[in-house]
């Protein structure tokens, strides 16, 4: 895909979801992709019995790194069924990754991660300063097509 031909942001978000949505109905779950103003919900999932489901948060990112941006609020943002699924997208090179990961193993790994950033020098040895911005990696795969984390 050519630099003119690049999916905005919101494209990036849309299709990220519907993949997570369609990959989830491949695996017999009934998956609804929730309304725009639903806060840290996108998807809506269930087993086939509808008698368990899980909410999830999709982060998509348009390349093949390991790494997404959260905000400040995936620190707070957990539940027993809550999930993020991250998605590299491979610039429509390949088929998309999908890792599944607790929303609680989020939010611990946004928290350590900020402060041990917010304590590691900056830029010629100043102190960083505060941000909202977050980050979690999957570097070693650990939650690579982990779908029956859900426990569906």
């Excluded at 911005?133 to 029956?148: A, G, Q, T």
Aim: glycine residues 6%; contains cysteine; proline residues 3%.
């Amino acid at each position: 895909m050519d630099k003119k031909d690049k999916l905005s942001p919101d494209l990036v978000g849309v299709s990220g979801e519907y993949f997570v949505a369609a990959e989830l109905s491949k695996r017999g779950y009934i998956a609804s992709i929730t309304l725009r103003n639903t806060k840290g919900v996108d998807i809506l999932c269930s087993n086939s019995e509808a008698s368990k489901t899980v909410g999830i948060q999709v982060k998509t990112n348009s390349g093949s790194g390991r790494s997404w941006i959260l905000s400040k609020k995936a620190e707070d943002n957990f539940a027993e069924n809550l999930f993020y699924v991250f998605v590299n997208l491979h610039s429509n090179q390949r088929h998309p990754e999908f890792f599944i990961v607790p929303s609680k193993v989020v939010a611990q790994y946004c928290k350590n991660g900020h402060a041990e950033w917010l304590n590691t020098p900056g830029r010629n040895g100043q102190k960083r300063k505060d941000s909202n911005m977050r980050k979690f990696d999957d570097p070693d795969e650990e939650y690579l097509n982990c779908w029956d984390s859900l426990h569906l």
